[in-house]
């Protein structure tokens, strides 16, 4: 578990309840499950939308908004560097960046297999309390489902959120044209192989971290100073960055060119890759993001992300080319030129 | 199945895919999660919005909106009545109109898993299409994750809303008071005895069907003639009536007080919660929600909901009172007084 978690845990202990473990009956919608959320969610997350305690949260919004969802799946639910509450956070704040917006509120819904200790709930949701306050998003409504034994994993979570859009964001793959720097803020690979460590049970040096982190501040920032000069942000979670890439080549319809020299990866991660015959371009990430910006701002973008805490890694890896539509090139670190395609099949499952 | 749902499957054909089922790779983010959601998702839920295909959708909403959210797990998840596709679809429209706001924007976020045969899936996606058709909302982004045969039950759905707050609701808790009239729109515990039947393997002389339906068009009508006196609308799902009353007695802080000639059950409802010892109260509904309203317009309120098409079995079944505060109490048809408690435990698990 995460020493940031443990110590925030031992500040804010978990309530007494008359129960150790998540039955069936927390689902109910009854008695129990207005207990668990009355002695657990609504204490530790309160606000004004959550006390309403409504079907759904009324808010105030104006002009254009983001709408992001993701389900996270991750297996260990408890990993080197968070846990799936802290990722259930920040991954949909990230997908609403990744539009141009700033997150402001978010859902959350639980599916719990019967049987999930109360102290690892417990643990999640002080995680999702200390992601959201990071993040400065309020989680405004929700729902908790529980499923019988053998019938789920431990904890299913949906996060949705909603974001204002920056002023001056105009962030379109349309937008996308040739000569467009294409920047990664930070080593890539680093989450995928801290899951796929543990799961494999890998011994490394150091333990590796996942990365995960939000992208609302630094996202914020680069608008507020480049604004329509952004032409995309993707973040390149599942099928990693060579999947994104390929995404942008086809529906712009242009062609990506990136330099395998330019690819910047933690040396154990890299290690761990090569024990497991990867290509850390395939693997998936948290704590790193994709822009794709007007070539005449590109070297002012990637200063402003590298002031960024994340961000001191930060690379332009390639450009936008009308050469080869719809495909992307890497020149190799030999000299050579490959094709690098989208991401065939499942790496790792479950990995977010 | 529905056959409905049938005759529509007939006229939209499943496309050719190269796979019969759902696999691991179909959640990779990689090639195969493109394959599917191509060939399937975009095209037949296709509009604006979702053709983006960006992490996010960007909407422009002016003013107050209500923002809900659920996951759906029901077992099985094709039933009488409806799959949870359909489910899905109006069980958060109608979280939203619960709030006293118009549906317009969905996230669909699966969870599947492996194995799950591609034909289901088709019918599952024809289905929230109609659903969503019917109900005047669009599906504007979502999210595709594969868990492990035996992490999962086949597929787990959840949906997100935004909807516009209806310019004279003023629905709240804090408005419920002493001498408001409480009506349920229709008889209670259909669809709970319809997946109980199923589950149980009961035979009636009819199938018992469930009732999900969207509850958009009839709470807008409803709002625009009597605003601000209607003061609460709450949808019975699972812990049923008995449960939704009792949490509007703990959270007004006064009593509620209902009279068990007027509580509507159909005929084999009624029938076969005899059979299986359970209360219509507790059992969850999916068509059906309660209005708490203002006494001097509670028949005309109630003579509007019998003009909608799944209203005709309105009735007032109770009223708010000063005495046993956060109580409900129940006339018996036989002359006596009962307290109705919350559900305590489980009913039946998975109802929604």
Known sequence: MNPKINMLSASCPMPKMDFDIITLGHGSG???????????VFNLLSNEYLDQKHDGAMLNVDGKIAFSTDSYVISPIFFPG??????????TVNDLAMCGAKAKYLSLSFIIEEGLSMEEFWEILLTIKLAAERAKVQIV????????????????????????VHSRADISIRNVKKGDKIIV??????????????????????TIQSDTCHFNDVVSDI????????HLFRDPTRGGVATVLNEIARDSN????????????????EGACELLGLDPLYVANEGVFIAVVNEEVATDVLAEIQKWKNGKDAFIIGEVVEAHPRQVIINSAIGGKR????????QLPRIC
Chains 1, 2 share one sequence.
Do not use: P, W, Y
């Not at 968070?82 to 991954?91: K, M, Q, S, T, Y």
């Not at 409504?141 to 204002?164: A, L, M, P, Q, W």
């Not at 094709?339 to 499942?346: A, I, K, R």
């Open 223 to 230: 608008l507020d100073r480049f604004g329509s000069d952004i």
């Open 82 to 91: 968070g846990n799936i509450g802290e990722l259930a956070v920040n991954g």
């Open 339 to 346: 094709v690098v395609n989208m991401l065939l099949g499942e």
């Open 185 to 206: 803020s930070g080593q890539i690979a680093t989450h995928g192989i801290a899951i796929m460590s543990v799961r494999e049970g890998l011994d490394f040096e150091t």
């Open 254 to 269: 242009l062609g990506v060119i990136i330099d395998q020299k330019n690819i910047n990866v933690c040396d154990d991660v």
């Open 30 to 40: 009854g008695l129990l499950t207005n207990k668990l959320l009355e002695s657990g």
């Open 141 to 164: 409504t929700g729902d908790t489902k529980v499923v019988e034994r053998g019938k789920g994993d431990k904890i299913f979570i949906n996060t949705s959120g909603i974001g204002t």
